[in-house]
């Protein structure tokens, strides 16, 4: 009996010790570093992207979904303006909002590069999730880029594919 005692309390010990994770997903950058007031830029052309993302593919049937790290990167392709990110909305396979990761103006500077990181455990979106993206740039500027780059690593195999957004307006 003694020794089922001491099996207990160490299991309990272990699992008691765990901490949830908090999901990057949610705010991995502070989006308010990057806020700008454009509203007296009226010259700048708008647009619109979407861009498919995937937390999930199906894998041997569609009984069984593998789960994937999403990583979406928004990058300014010019080399000589700033452009402005208006919102980035993400969006899950039936077209819920899922979050914003902001709906307020903010800036890429020339030829910079920032992401949002949808963790391998955040499958919330499921396996037909997408973002909308909403963008200003000066006239005469290259448009930017939105890409998705999913992957996941099991054992010594590893999975990886990309995503290009197509402009919608």
């Given at each position: 009996m003694n020794k089922y005692?001491?099996?207990?309390t160490l299991i309990?010990?272990?699992t008691s010790c765990t901490q949830k994770?908090?999901?990057?997903?949610?705010?991995p950058e502070n989006w308010?570093?990057?806020?700008?007031?454009i509203s007296i830029k009226d010259?700048?052309?708008?647009?619109?992207?979407?861009?498919?993302?995937?937390?999930?593919i199906y894998s041997l049937s569609q009984h069984k979904k593998h789960n994937l790290t999403a990583m979406?990167?928004?990058?300014?392709?010019s080399d000589k303006d700033s452009i402005y990110i208006l919102s980035a909305k993400y969006y899950d396979t039936h077209g819920k909002t899922?979050?914003?990761?902001?709906?307020y103006p903010i800036y890429l500077a020339p030829m910079e590069t920032t992401e949002i990181i949808i963790d391998e455990i955040d499958v919330t979106g499921g396996t037909g999730s997408n973002f909308l993206f909403e963008w200003k740039l000066p006239k005469n500027s290259s448009e930017p880029l939105f890409e998705?780059?999913?992957?996941?690593?099991?054992?010594?195999?590893?999975?990886?594919?990309t995503t290009h957004a197509k402009r919608i307006e």
């Open positions: 005692y001491i099996l207990f309990l010990s272990l994770k908090e999901l990057s997903s949610i705010n308010t570093k990057r806020a700008i007031n010259s700048l052309e708008y647009g619109k992207s979407y861009l498919s993302i995937y937390s999930q979406v990167s928004l990058r300014n392709t899922i979050r914003t990761y902001f709906d998705g780059i999913m992957t996941s690593t099991m054992g010594q195999q590893g999975l990886s594919f």
